[in-house]
């Protein structure tokens, strides 16, 4: 740009041919409203109760004119009989609705644009008009609104519950115990998309009055005729179980026998339907598309859990507590001789201040726990690429389809290797803890150690598998991976009061380091780089893999003094470019020289203080919320494709400012070092102000004479303040491309009222 145009642009003086467009500011508002409204009635007598429930909810989007939105209508009802003194029973109902509401392209799309949008392009004329899109009729200021169609989101939701004990004549202590629950709900999703036109001005062509730019009115979606995609879905979930339970206490002695069996059964299936060539845009009804390009689908499932269960608990007068349970569940997804998996579980405590030793010695402490456990859990849920992996012990197929004589027909083809030894993942977990209170109960205070075990973790053997095998992507999951997790959790907290000024405080945090025991890796990669002793993140990926920086070449002197060959990765070295370390010493930089990091995009210590004050009838709560140990890979799309954060231009590399901590900027990624090394991995660390409230409750006089038994007014706010490391992006966030909805700072006031 010449001096001339930096000046229009930064002075706005030309709108029209010298835009500075904040896109965030022209798609975003600054605050959307939200509400929330329950009403609860509850009453009965000592034989029958009952407790019913209406709520609303309503939500606006972030975006102006948005076609983003939720509402939901909810209802709940609970009924309580005793029958007689042997039967109880009790039913629950709950119902929801719910109306979700988007544009035709996903936050992750429009927020791309909103990052890729550059300043001196114009997302709105002056005169309100839509400008050019950036890509394929993508601007955000049509696209976030019903201009481009919609895509509604229609939910219900109905659950039943019931349960009837049955307590045994002339047995004390012994009873019975049958629920049931029934969960269904029913989808429907209605993706309308009709074509839309944005706005173009050549910059040299003007209305009559030889002012005002003429614009043109261009078709910019990628298609002309609307299209219309639906779908419906069921799912119906019911689960029934049966309890036997024995509950009895014999001097300082006290047992409690449970033996259960639950059935689990799960249902769903689908229908999908699209269609385009549409009569008009008005009628987005399926009869007014055409069949030329139509297509149907659908698909369902069944899935079955049986599982057995039960416990021993035994307690001497609340001093020793030993308890051993037991579960053998069955699952679907394995074959029969391995469908079962037996998982047992102990857990002792000692309550040593009742010891006549400890309490008639140690007064300061009111309560001593000293408490472990051991216990074998299965997990049969294993995921690939988002989709649970069923039957892989089976030869299992899937359809396509072939041209034969000019005619389609339905193939089959293998998509999975049988594995007839395919059977529960097992996780052994080991806790050790204390807990108590002490100084008249004003101190309260938990640690806990853990040591978690995974073992027949259910992994493809991709690593040793050769692409040349041909079946590396058929392969089936095996028992063969094994992981630990371990680390620590507490809590203390204080509370007292000063007059009519109460207050609590607590603080609570947790610790957790995993790490990768064994997976199959390919064989022959350098030590530095295998997954197997650094930890993963709960998506499944590993720990980092990246290039370690180690400067930036300031000038063609550092340069020219440099030993290491680079040519692996690019022909030639620039000024402003990055340097690497040169990790196994051969003297040039590959992708041999990828380091495996030990940690991931997830924190490793997580916390939060509570502070609680109250005031005669003012109340004021206060949440800090904190995490650290985790790295957040920070990568845009910038250049000829898009904007560049602000970081990144007062952080680079130029010729006037010849950094050696910062590289010069990449145009769509045009440097070896675009990506893949720790410059860009920065920490997540952060504490939030997560949530403050302060109330106030009417006094019991005021009240009464409206007949009103209480009322308490509030207002409170959400992630108001934060403290990080990053300042680029929200430190909660796990994306670095920052292509995602962002969670907000919430205001609300409201008043709960008991009559």
């Known amino acids: 740009f010449q001096p001339a145009d930096v000046k229009l642009y930064k002075d706005g003086s030309d709108p029209w041919g010298h835009p500075n467009t904040d896109w965030f500011k022209t798609t975003l508002k600054p605050w959307s409203p939200q509400e929330q409204h329950t009403l609860q009635v509850k009453g009965g007598s000592e034989n029958v109760k009952y407790l019913a429930s209406l709520g609303y909810q309503n939500q606006d989007g972030y975006y102006k004119n948005s076609a983003t939105g939720y509402k939901q209508y909810d209802m709940l009802f609970n009924l ?17 609705e719910e109306y979700r509401h988007f544009p035709t392209q996903s936050a992750g799309s429009i927020f791309r644009m909103l990052m890729r949008g550059r300043p001196t392009d114009p997302e709105v004329w002056p005169n309100g008009l839509p400008g ?38 002339g047995v004390q202590g012994l009873k019975f115990t049958g629920t049931a629950t029934v969960d269904k709900e029913i989808q429907r999703v209605k993706d309308w998309q009709i074509p839309w036109y944005l706005y173009f001005w050549d910059h040299s062509t003007y209305e009559a009055d030889g002012k005002t730019p003429l614009l043109t009115r261009n078709l910019r979606s990628t298609f002309t005729s609307p299209q219309l995609s639906e779908s419906d879905a069921n799912y119906l979930n019911i689960l029934t179980s049966g309890f036997v339970n024995y509950d009895r206490q014999f001097g300082g002695h006290s047992i409690a026998l449970m033996a259960a069996v639950t059935k689990e059964t799960d249902q769903e299936d689908d229908f999908n339907a699209y269609r385009t060539n549409f009569i008009s845009p008005a009628l987005s009804q399926l009869f007014a598309g055409g ?15 049986l599982s057995y269960f039960g416990r021993v608990a035994y307690n001497y007068k609340e001093k020793y507590l030993a308890e051993f349970l037991w579960r053998d569940d069955g699952s679907y997804l394995f074959p029969a001789g391995h469908r079962f998996g037996f998982f047992p579980g102990f857990l002792a405590g000692w309550r040593i201040s009742e010891e006549k030793f400890f309490s008639e010695n140690i007064h300061f402490i009111n309560s001593l726990k000293l408490r472990g456990s051991y216990g074998i859990l299965g997990n049969d849920q294993v995921y690939y690429n988002n989709v649970l992996q069923e039957y892989q012990f089976l030869s ?11 005619s389609a027909f339905k193939t089959l083809y293998e998509q999975v290797v049988p594995n007839p030894n395919f059977t529960w993942e097992v996780a052994k977990n080991t806790d050790v803890g204390i807990e108590g209170t002490m100084l008249n109960n004003s101190i309260n205070f938990e640690f806990d150690y853990f040591y978690n075990l995974r073992d027949h973790i259910l992994w493809r053997k991709l690593g040793s598998t050769p692409q040349s095998s041909g079946i590396a992507n058929l392969l089936p999951p095996t028992n063969i991976g094994k992981s630990e997790n371990k680390g620590y959790d507490f809590t203390v907290g204080y509370n007292g009061h000063v007059g009519d000024f109460r207050f609590s405080i607590s603080v609570n945090g947790g610790y957790a380091k995993n790490k990768i025991l064994f997976q199959d890796e390919p064989p022959g990669a350098p030590a530095w780089q295998l997954a197997t002793g650094h930890p993963f993140s709960s998506g499944g990926g590993g720990a980092y893999l990246p290039y370690e920086y180690d400067g930036i070449f300031k000038d063609q002197k550092e340069i020219d003094a440099n030993t290491i060959d680079y040519s692996g990765l690019t022909p030639k070295l620039r000024p402003g470019d990055m340097k690497f370390k040169d990790i196994n010493h051969d003297g040039k930089i590959d992708g041999n020289d990828q380091v495996r990091l030990d940690k991931t995009n997830e924190p490793t210590f997580t916390g939060g203080v509570n502070f609680n004050f109250g005031y005669k009838n003012f109340d004021l709560s206060v949440l800090f919320q904190g995490a650290t140990g985790g790295l957040l890979y920070i990568g845009t799309e910038s250049g000829d494709i898009g904007n560049y954060l602000k970081y990144s231009y007062d952080h680079q590399w130029t010729i006037d400012n010849p950094s050696s901590v910062d590289p010069r900027i990449a145009n769509r ?25 302060l109330g106030y409750t009417l006094s019991d006089k005021v009240l009464k004479k409206a007949g009103i038994n209480a009322l308490r007014a509030y207002v409170n706010a959400l992630n108001l303040l934060t403290w990080d490391k990053l300042k680029i992006y929200d430190p909660e966030s796990t994306s670095g491309s920052g292509q995602y909805y962002p969670q907000a700072k919430i205001l609300n006031a409201g008043f709960r009222v008991t009559f």
């Open 132 to 169: 050019p899109d950036i890509e394929n009729g993508q601007n955000p200021i049509v696209i976030t609104t019903n201009q481009t169609g919609y895509d509604d989101d229609k939910r219900d939701y109905f659950q039943v519950n019931g349960k009837v004990e049955f307590l045994v004549p």
């Open 80 to 96: 309580d009989a005793k029958i007689n003194k042997y039967i109880n029973t009790s039913i629950g109902l709950t119902a929801r």
């Open 396 to 406: 299992t197929y899937g359809f396509s389809s072939y041209t034969i004589n000019n």
């Open 669 to 693: 990624g045009d440097t070896y070092y675009t990506g893949n090394n720790t410059y860009f991995l920065r920490s997540s660390d952060y504490l939030r102000l997560k949530n403050i409230e």
């Open 291 to 305: 069949t030329l390009g139509q297509q149907v689908g659908g698909q369902g499932y069944d899935r079955a859990r």
